[in-house]
Each structure stands twice: as C-alpha cells, then as structure tokens.
C-alpha cells in the first residue's frame, strides 16, 4: 500500500474511517493501560482522529503520525487551533497544546525518546500483512521496553472481501515474540457497518487487545 493511495484517499475525501466520536475502547480500557500516567503516547497513523484530543485531556502529551497533511489540516482546523510548524527535511512537526502532529511516513519517522504507551485504532488494520510485520517491526523500535498499548482491530473473512481495513486475527498477532496481546473485548459490530453487510460478510468481529511489550 503506496503513500500516493492514503493521499488520494484524503483528497477525494473518502474518509469512512474517520469517527466524529471517541472510541468506545478508549474511555472502557485506557486506565487499564496507563492508570494515572501522564506519560506522552504515541499513536501511529492517526488521521484526524478525535481520539487524540481525549488523551491528551486525559493529561497524555500525545504524538501523532501521519501521511497525509490534509488530515493534519483538517484536525487543527476542526479544533480551531493555529498549530505551530517546523520542517526538517522530509518531516513536518505540526504542534498545539499538547498535540504533536508528525507529518511523514511511519516508517521513516524515529523518534527522539521511546514511548512508554501507543493506542492503534485503524491503524495496523490499514496495512496488507506484509506491511503489518514492518509495522509491528518499526512500532517496536518506538516504544520503551516495559511498554504498553491498546489496540482496535476488525476480523472478517477475507475470503470475502478486500482491505483496506484489512482482517487480522490473534493467531496472526499471537505470532509476535516480543509482543504480548491480551484480548479485552471482541464483539460483532457488522450491524452497525451496513456498507460491510453489502459485500456478503457474514461477521464482522471489532477486537480489542491490551498490547504489551515482553
Ligand atoms: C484507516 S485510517 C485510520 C486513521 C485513524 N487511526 C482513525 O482511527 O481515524 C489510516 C490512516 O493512516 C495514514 N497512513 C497510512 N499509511 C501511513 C504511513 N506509512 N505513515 C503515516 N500515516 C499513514 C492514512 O493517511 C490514514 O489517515
């Protein structure tokens, strides 16, 4: 999945990812991944996710990262803030408060200090399973050792539709040595996702983990 096929997504404004809510998972298990920290969280492939506005009043520093500078735009303008700008090379900071917005690829950004927490929704899921493993590979790389994060995934069967957002199951995920993911919570949510019901899935399994590095 090229860079070109998120930026043209954004600009053609399909966007049915994007949540004008905040994230069930979040308000239900966040406290069970940071408790009282206030320690910054990464969150790759953020999107204009309004999920980053509650962790960072939650009292999180939060670092975002994405692609796309639409979706980047788009959020501080939809907060009404005038973000802060700093170019380096082929990365642009973009900051407000207490969000830090990353415009560039994931892959190629390495930040400064590890991150002790990360929250996922729609992120891992975004990427074919080749990518997945760099993903898993390079979030890694991202976070402290004693580190920990809460995922949001879909599973269906791939057999009956394409990605993006693209199945992972746990035994996919259970693969990972360095990583431990606990499942919270997993519920059919195909009613709620008419558009999904119409391309002949029968389920449609939202899964939540609570990810830990080990
Ligand atoms: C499915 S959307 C999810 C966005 C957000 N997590 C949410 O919940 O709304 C995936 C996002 O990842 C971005 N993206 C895809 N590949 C990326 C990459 N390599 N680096 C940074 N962002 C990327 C896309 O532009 C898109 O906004």
């Given at each position: 999945m090229k860079p070109d096929f998120w930026l043209e997504r954004w600009e053609r404004e399909e966007i049915g990812f994007h949540r004008t809510s905040i994230h069930w998972a979040l308000t239900t298990y966040w406290h069970q991944i940071a408790a009282n920290s206030h320690a910054p969280v990464l969150v790759p492939l953020c999107g204009k996710s309004v999920d980053l506005h509650?962790?960072?009043?939650?009292g999180h520093p939060v670092?975002?990262?994405?692609?796309?500078?639409?979706?980047?735009?788009?959020?501080?303008?939809?907060?009404?803030r005038n973000p802060e700008q700093e170019r380096n090379s082929t990365i642009t900071y973009w900051q407000a408060e207490n969000i830090r917005l990353v415009q560039g690829d994931f892959f190629e950004v390495y930040p400064d200090k590890p991150f002790q927490y990360f929250y996922d929704r729609a992120a891992l899921i975004a990427l074919p399973a080749t990518m997945r493993s760099q993903y898993l590979d390079h979030l890694i790389s991202c976070l402290t050792t004693r580190s920990s994060g809460l995922l949001v995934t879909l599973e269906y069967d791939q057999q009956k539709m394409d990605g993006p957002p693209f199945s992972v199951t746990h035994a996919e995920l259970s693969g990972?040595?360095?990583?431990?993911?606990?499942?919270?919570?997993?519920?059919?949510?195909?009613?709620?996702?008419?558009?999904?019901?119409?391309?002949g899935l029968d389920y449609l399994f939202e899964t939540i983990y609570r990810v830990t590095r080990i």
């Open positions: 509650w962790l960072m009043l939650r670092v975002g990262i994405e692609l796309s500078p639409k979706a980047i735009t788009e959020f501080f303008t939809e907060w009404g990972r040595n360095e990583l431990y993911f606990d499942q919270l919570a997993r519920r059919d949510v195909l009613a709620e996702y008419s558009h999904f019901a119409k391309q």
